[in-house]
């Protein structure tokens, strides 16, 4: 669904279709975020569960502080990282399942763009009991862009609870809207960051943990999602390493600090971080490859089953020498490429949030999760789908492939699971392990 509107334009007509029009964010339940449009495709509705959240802080002790690495001597700090949980639960008749989240616009220190709180609607009740009535669920780790947080996607990530998986968001430290730091942060901890809430959703998950995971999630059955920065990270954890032109560069920005080398391919810690309870991984628009951050074999380190999905005029990770080139790269896992056709990056976040269509706001706030050529509410059910089919099959072991077993092109005719006519502008390649 393509928009033909002037820039000057834009915010007004948005503004007024936000707030008046029938996917307005307000505060009663008619509509909110992630909510199936009705040419959403067969798998974006809600599965069956209600939803439960909470907010976990977890720390991770005696890190590199790469902060302050100087002269290649590393410091060490805890590392403090809220997550966000997102899970099966038991609510009861005379409660709603809906959640106000607070979040941000802006950047931390950067006059151009303040920092600005915002709040939206979603569906999920807070602290509600979990339901245990099934046993334990798939394990969802979820890893956002720099900068971003762990709000970004709670269209993608409620409706999964409500198929049952227990969802974990992670507010990667130095990393979000609110305390951006140097990007060689970014670069070293979010594989790290990724493998730490694992181990801790594991432990917190046994049986007697006192926390209310306890019985909750099986973390020996995990799928990774990561978006931009997100998505280098989960492929890293996942067995992808990072090559030594990255280790250089990072070297180089910060004061001759060598901490990344653990997560590239030769190195043998790396090796031997190789963990089997990822089950799938699904990359959007994963950032690196024009950067010289992957190569053939890294890439060759990958062997779980993973869903890429991009725009085919990335901006920032590219995509015929950018995100396409990592899926051909990626010769020893079973993946797809889901692209979407003129679509540039923002092809994960939830839609632009009111705040950011204000007069006066910076226009970055705007597009940082507009897309020009697609509408979001669209790309997020259309995400839903997907993910929902492919984490199923490869966690849940559902018979989705039908949903996934498709022509490379949605133009021709309609796709398994799209309503008629409703399957245009996508492509969808699969490519086995060699």
């Known amino acids: 669904m393509k928009l033909f509107f002037t820039r000057c334009l834009l915010p007004t007509i948005l503004f007024v279709w936000f707030t008046t029009g029938t996917f307005a964010q307000t505060n009663n339940d008619s509509f909110v975020i992630g909510d199936a449009l009705p040419d959403a495709p067969e798998l974006a509705a809600r599965g069956n ?16 502080d790469v902060l302050n690495s100087k002269g290649g001597v590393d410091p060490f700090y805890d590392r403090h990282l809220k997550i966000e949980v997102w899970y099966p639960a038991i609510i009861a008749a005379n409660q709603k399942e809906l ?9 931390l220190k950067d006059s151009t763009r303040p920092l600005i ?20 669920f798939p394990l969802v780790i979820v890893s956002h862009g720099y900068v971003g947080s762990k709000l970004l996607m709670t269209y993608l990530t409620e409706n999964l609870a409500s198929k049952g998986y227990v969802v974990v968001a992670i507010n990667h430290t130095e990393s979000t809207y609110n305390d951006r730091a140097g990007f060689q942060s970014t ?40 978006y931009s920065m997100g998505g280098y990270g989960v492929l890293n954890a996942a067995g992808a390493g990072y090559s030594s032109k990255l280790t250089a560069a990072f070297s180089q920005m910060s004061g001759g600090s060598k901490a990344i080398d653990v997560r590239t391919t030769d190195n043998a810690e790396f090796k031997a971080s190789s963990d089997k309870r990822i089950k799938a991984v699904v990359a959007f628009a994963p950032w ?34 950018g995100i396409k080139a990592i899926y051909k790269g990626a010769v020893n896992a079973n993946r797809y490429l889901l692209t979407y056709i003129n679509a540039r990056h923002n092809v994960a976040p939830n839609p632009p949030p009111a705040a ?7 226009f970055d706030e705007y597009y940082h999760y507009a897309e020009p050529s697609w509408n979001e509410y669209r790309i997020n059910n259309i995400n ?14 559902k018979d989705y492939g039908k949903y996934l077993d498709l022509p490379e092109q949605s133009n021709p005719k309609t796709w398994n699971g799209f309503k008629p006519r409703t399957s245009t502008g996508l492509e969808l390649l699969h490519a086995v392990a060699k």
């Open 49 to 64: 569960y209600k939803v439960g959240v909470q907010t976990l802080e977890l720390i991770n002790k005696n890190q590199v």
């Open 99 to 107: 959640e106000t989240y607070n979040a941000t616009l802006g950047i």
């Open 117 to 136: 709180p915002f709040s939206f609607t979603g569906r999920a009740l807070r602290n509600a009991a979990p339901d245990l009535s099934s046993g334990k």
């Open 187 to 226: 670069l070293l901890n979010r594989a790290k960051d990724i493998l730490f809430i694992l181990n801790q959703v594991a432990d917190l998950s046994k049986a007697g943990s006192k926390s209310f995971l306890a019985g909750m999630a099986d973390a020996d059955n995990t799928a990774l999602i990561g």
């Open 288 to 321: 690196g490859m024009q950067r010289g951050v992957w190569d053939s074999a890294g890439l060759a380190g990958l062997k779980v089953p993973t869903l890429f999905i991009a725009g085919s005029l990335d901006d920032v990770s590219g995509y015929e020498d």
């Open 356 to 362: 950011s269509l204000k007069a006066g706001v910076a």
């Open 384 to 397: 839903q789908h997907f993910v929902t089919a492919f984490t199923g099959i490869y966690l849940k072991q």
